[in-house]
């Protein structure tokens, strides 16, 4: 099937189109819309419509194909593509003629995007954005691909015009085939018996995964270069229970690369969603609200293995670059910032020397060294980035300095050029709320304070779980997904309920606020209730009150974030010990099992499956903490990186079981317990971590 669908997709990209200038007075029906990559496009001559009823029903009476373009604010092509094609009014024109035009934010319904970009993988064995698929007018579609220019863009529609008028059938055979497959391509082989592992099958997982390892620059071999955050967990947890020290060498080359490099905003702090570059050097610019959390989360545990100061300094200007650029006054945080501003890639973020020089005085010669600025540019048209080929004090010893005194020089000149850069006109911000993107940089903040203590990261962690819990949990316990300006809109997918849950459990560990975890299971028993699925230990996607696309999908795979089916997996597991409930742990279990096979032959695919592995394997201690002092005791503990530990506990019993009979008036009593078995009850953290090592 796949050879005949490339050959077919591959004849139709020829030549040649013309453009014309667009006519900016009028509007389409996207002006209605919420979505801020939405009303970008409202005001294209391509009468689009948002994904619907509205469109599909149009498409179907008036038996006209549909296209579908998905995208994202931040997107750098997706601005090209519409400056090229979606703002010229010849393209729209014919698109207006022959097609029913629908724009889908990919952040708003990931649902959508996943069916499209299934179809791309089987079409052209890619994907990225801007996604522009084309469909019968039921929606099953029939081509896609992604960046096209104008002229290939046009010559690929009045193909597919010219085919669907001459031959129709062509375009049903294929439509059915990438159907079938986009309904088959998540379906797995459930194992008929009970999987056993062992730490021998973490150990194959590293050594399948290690070739592909760069311990030169961090990451994976060759470009562009992704973060990958759950890939870098996985190594971390797996060198805490193997001492295998390529594994800690690959983990923390990655994150020195990443801190000193390109990618980093050593003005503003705060990560671009990847390097074009094999050396972290060149951002493609954009910020994501989810990389940022993440490796805030990662960046704070890396600080708790090693006390390295650099990560420290990492997560405090990048909580800095959240709190000024991305966070709402209801304490909710923005999804992205573009890449673009006054239509120049990476304008806001690059220097010329004669700028720097003009704004520093005796700090220039060292910052600019330190930075790699050169009067010639080192990227384009004679402009600098700000990325550094080494650490402080290794620069300090090589200029016969103290690294306390080029680290002062170094703040106080980047001070100077944050504040003279904002002064610039800033680049795009997606100003929507998504749930699990929130819940993800909630989950940053209750990890860097359990690693710092600091009570303002606490503050904003409690302000941002509350603002979800009132705006964003319905009373049934079901979620939405997006928030802006006041109001609430389309049904919440299995991300959103898994990293709130995921949340909440992590809050509940930082706090011992009961309230957070029984949050947390109100909503696990509705996912279980509206995402399972009969035939498989997995879940889809979609709730079954929300299920309309051609196919019900399922995310299984991980990938620049955590697939919601692993993260629910870690969520069943972790709750299941905590709660004593052991229908929860089985189902975990169960969809360990049956993701197996594939986290054996593609590890890298599947980090966090496989450090749910490890967490089987090594089955965490619940360590249980009662007394006046059990949060001052709690933080002692989580000084240090314990992947296999959950803490339970508070000022009084409480409910969970795990703590009935165990508060010691006039003490603070520690339990380490595994498996509901505690070994005897010390008083002190240092003695509770020699019994967990």
Not at 78 to 103: G, L, P, Q, R, Y
Not at 421 to 437: C, F, I, N, Q, Y
Not at 462 to 479: C, E, G, M, V, Y
Request: aromatic residues 12%; glycine residues 6%; contains cysteine.
């Amino acid at each position: 099937m796949r050879f005949h669908l490339l050959l077919f997709v591959s004849c139709l990209l020829l030549t040649s189109a013309c453009a014309q200038p667009s006519d900016p007075s009028s509007t389409n029906a996207l002006i209605y819309e919420t979505s801020p990559y939405l009303l970008q496009h409202a005001y294209n001559p391509v009468n689009w419509y948002p994904w619907g009823d509205k469109a599909l029903k149009k498409a179907a009476n008036e038996e006209k194909l549909l296209i579908v373009s998905v995208g994202y604010a931040a997107c750098h092509w997706c601005h090209v593509m519409e400056h090229e094609s979606f703002e010229d009014s010849t393209v729209a024109a014919f698109m207006n003629e022959h097609f029913v035009s629908i724009k889908v934010d990919r952040e708003e319904r990931p649902d959508v995007d996943q069916i499209y970009m299934n179809a791309s993988q089987l079409l052209t064995g890619r994907g990225g954005w801007p996604l522009n698929a084309v469909a019968l007018p039921d929606g099953r579609p029939f081509f896609a691909g992604t960046y096209l220019p104008k002229d290939q863009w046009m010559q690929v529609l009045q193909k597919l015009v010219e085919t669907y008028q001459d031959d129709p059938g062509r375009l049903q055979d294929i439509a059915n085939q990438v159907t079938e497959g986009i309904q088959t391509i998540d379906q797995l082989e459930i194992p008929t018996s009970p999987t056993a592992y062992s730490q021998e099958t973490l150990d194959q997982l590293f050594q399948e995964w290690k070739p592909q390892i760069d311990f030169e620059w961090g990451g994976n071999q060759g470009a562009p270069k992704f973060p990958m955050p759950v890939n870098l967990n996985f190594l971390m947890q797996y060198h805490y229970y193997s001492g295998d020290t390529s594994a800690r060498e690959a983990v923390l080359t990655t994150l020195d690369k990443l801190a000193l490099g390109g990618i980093y905003d050593h003005l503003g702090g705060g990560f671009a969603r990847y390097a074009t570059d094999s050396q972290w050097k060149i951002p493609h610019f954009e910020k994501m609200l989810y990389d940022n959390a993440q490796l805030i989360s990662l960046y704070s545990k890396a600080y708790q293995l090693t006390g390295d100061s650099l990560y420290r300094d990492v997560v405090y200007e990048t909580v800095d670059f959240i709190e000024r650029d991305m966070t709402s006054s209801e304490g909710a945080f923005y999804s992205s910032l573009d890449a673009d501003s006054e239509g120049e890639e990476g304008k806001f973020y690059v220097w010329s020397a004669d700028e720097i020089e003009a704004t520093l005085d005796s700090t220039y010669g060292n910052f600019t060294s330190y930075f790699n600025i050169s009067k010639k540019g080192n990227w384009e048209a004679g402009k600098n980035i700000f990325y550094a080929d080494q650490r402080i004090a290794d620069f300090a010893h090589s200029i016969g300095t103290t690294p306390e005194q080029v680290r002062n020089e170094l703040q106080q000149a980047k001070s100077q050029l944050l504040k003279l850069r904002s002064e610039r006109t800033p680049p795009g911000l997606d100003d929507k709320v998504l749930t699990a993107w929130n819940a993800l940089m909630l989950n940053g903040y209750i990890d860097a304070y359990r690693t710092f203590d600091d009570p303002r990261f606490l503050q904003s962690a409690l302000t941002n779980a509350a603002f979800l819990r009132n705006k964003i949990i319905q009373s049934d316990f079901s979620l939405t997904r997006s928030y802006k300006d006041g109001d609430t809109s389309i049904p919440g997918f299995l991300d959103d309920y898994a990293f709130l849950i995921s949340a909440y459990i992590n809050l509940y560990q930082a706090t011992f606020d009961e309230n957070w975890i029984h949050t947390a299971k109100s909503l696990t028993d509705y996912v279980l209730n509206q995402f399972q699925d009969d035939k498989s230990p997995m879940l889809f996607y979609t709730a079954s009150e929300h299920a309309s696309l051609i196919a019900r999908q399922k995310e299984i795979s991980d990938n620049v974030i955590p697939s919601s089916n692993s993260v629910m997996a870690h969520n069943l597991w972790t709750l299941g010990l905590l709660l004593t409930e052991e229908t929860y742990t089985t189902k975990a279990q169960a969809m360990a099992g049956a993701i197996y096979p594939n986290v054996k032959e593609y590890p890298n695919f599947h980090a966090n499956w496989a450090s749910l592995l490890g967490n089987l394997v090594h089955e965490p201690y619940e360590v249980a903490i009662l007394g006046e002092t059990s949060q001052t005791t709690r933080h002692e503990m989580d000084k240090q990186y314990l992947p296999n530990v959950l803490f339970l506990g508070g000022t009084s019993e409480g409910s969970l079981a795990l703590l009935e009979n165990k508060l010691v008036d006039g003490q603070t009593t520690i339990y380490v317990c595994r498996n509901k078995v505690c070994k005897l009850p010390v008083t002190q953290p240092d003695a509770a971590l020699a019994q967990i090592h």
